[in-house]
């Protein structure tokens, strides 16, 4: 297990005290007000365990893109009115991340208030993980907390750079993700299953690599699947295939077999000449006898039974990308069906089942199975890092801590 601090450490009286704790505010909004909050519902615990226990807080959060200079559409101050409902705490804002404007506010916040600093990427150190900055930040807290996970793959003064300023903590949010990302790849329960799909091998190349030295079975499937069929000298018709991938697959293929890992690969795929929901050209047929003018827009049912099948035995289970076109019918069965198995298998105890990526969170929520998961992540980005195997600065920052 990762080894860092929790709020755990910390005091039980944290009266004048000002913690920062950096989180994701990222939320899609539409006519001004955010249509999803669970980033929001994500950091609730962290931020009211620390109010409660008296400390000032100062909210520190990246919103958008501006690229290093302040922006009249992207200030943090828009998602204040969203954070103050579900937190059912009112805000005060803050348009500076450091200086006298900062040091204003937290003369007038009072122990167990909460400050929403400004966007942390309208100053160019943040993405830059500028020292300077980083400490300027710093100066303003005794503590800092980080349950942004979603943003821990970059290294960012807000991320990264603060941390060797100030003591550092892993929020709730943090440590239940890091906890149950362990449990699926860093010291997971063998035997492991990974379901990797989604559209194409090319962004996910890294995941496969490392994958294969740490799974016994490896299931292919969405677009990724065609173009590992397609290398296998399969007709995949009009699939969506990358077909200069054929060296790149035979690789990962022969790192598979070496290290005893099992290549599952889809032996029946559902079929259509147009793309278009329950289309009159819907054809369930083996691989090898595609027609040139279809295109594979899901795995078949003998092969998700198959899967179903090693599911049963595995006790792990890590998933990113769907096997299918999920988002049109009935391109979602395959993906429907085997979550809906991993999901029954992790509620009899038998799988771990962790689950992440945007569409794959999308997937799941549609097969109703969200609940019944051993954990979804919202992250994205830092969720396919760490399926790649990378060390994640954010996260190695509170191992390392300095302050
Ligand atoms: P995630 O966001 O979970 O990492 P990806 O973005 O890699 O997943 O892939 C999701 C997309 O892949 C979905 O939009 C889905 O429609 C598409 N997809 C899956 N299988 C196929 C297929 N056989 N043909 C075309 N698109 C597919
Ligand atoms: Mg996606």
Redesign the pocket.
């Known amino acids: 297990m990762p080894n860092f601090k929790t709020l755990d450490d910390l005091p039980g009286d944290l009266t004048g005290k000002v913690a920062l704790v950096r989180v994701d505010l990222n939320l899609p909004m539409k006519d001004g007000s955010a249509t999803d909050v669970t980033r929001v519902e994500a950091i609730k615990p962290t931020v009211l365990e620390l109010t409660g226990k008296g400390a000032k807080v100062l909210l520190l959060a990246h919103y958008g893109r501006p690229g290093g200079q302040r922006s009249s559409t992207l200030s943090t101050s828009f998602v204040q009115g969203d954070v103050e409902k579900v937190l059912g705490k009112e805000l005060m804002f803050v348009p500076e991340i450091a200086g006298p404007i900062v040091d204003q506010a937290v003369g007038i916040l009072r122990s167990g208030d909460i400050g929403l600093l400004d966007n942390t990427r309208f100053w160019p150190g943040e993405e830059e993980n500028d020292p300077n900055l980083a400490q300027a930040i710093a100066r303003h807290g005794d503590l800092y907390v980080n349950d942004a996970f979603s943003a821990a793959h970059r290294a960012h003064a807000s991320t990264e750079g603060i941390a060797h300023f100030l003591p550092a903590y892993a929020g709730r949010a943090m440590e239940v993700e890091l906890r149950a990302l362990d449990t699926a790849l860093g010291n997971p329960e063998a035997p492991v299953a990974a379901v990797v799909?989604?559209?194409?091998v090319s962004?996910?190349l890294a995941v496969l690599e490392h994958l294969v030295g740490k799974v016994q079975h490896l299931i292919i499937?969405?677009?990724m699947?065609?173009t590992f069929l397609a290398a296998r000298g399969v007709d995949v018709g009009k699939?969506?295939a990358e077909h200069d991938l054929t060296d790149t697959v035979t690789r990962i293929m022969d790192e598979a077999d070496h290290a005893g890992c099992t290549v599952h690969l889809p032996y029946d795929v559902v079929v259509a000449t147009e793309f278009a929901a329950n289309p009159a050209s819907l054809r369930t047929r083996n691989v090898h006898e595609v027609g040139e003018d279809e295109?594979?827009?899901?795995i078949g049912p003998q092969a998700t039974e198959a899967l179903a099948d090693v599911l049963k035995t595995c006790r792990t289970l890590v998933w990113?990308?769907?096997?299918?076109?999920?988002?049109?019918e009935p391109?979602d069965r395959a993906t429907v069906s085997l979550a809906r198995t991993a999901a029954a298998l992790t509620q009899e105890g038998s799988l771990t089942s962790v689950a992440?990526?945007?569409?794959?969170?999308a997937?799941l929520a549609q097969a109703g199975v969200t609940e019944d998961f051993s954990y979804i992540s919202a992250a994205?980005g830092a969720f396919?890092e760490w399926m790649e195997g990378k060390d994640l600065p954010g996260v190695a920052a509170l191992e390392n801590t300095d302050g």
């Open positions: 799909g989604g559209a194409k962004s996910k499937g969405g677009g699947a065609n699939s969506l295109m594979i827009l899901d990113n990308g769907p096997l299918g076109a999920f988002e049109t391109f992440g990526g945007g569409d794959t969170v997937a994205g396919l």
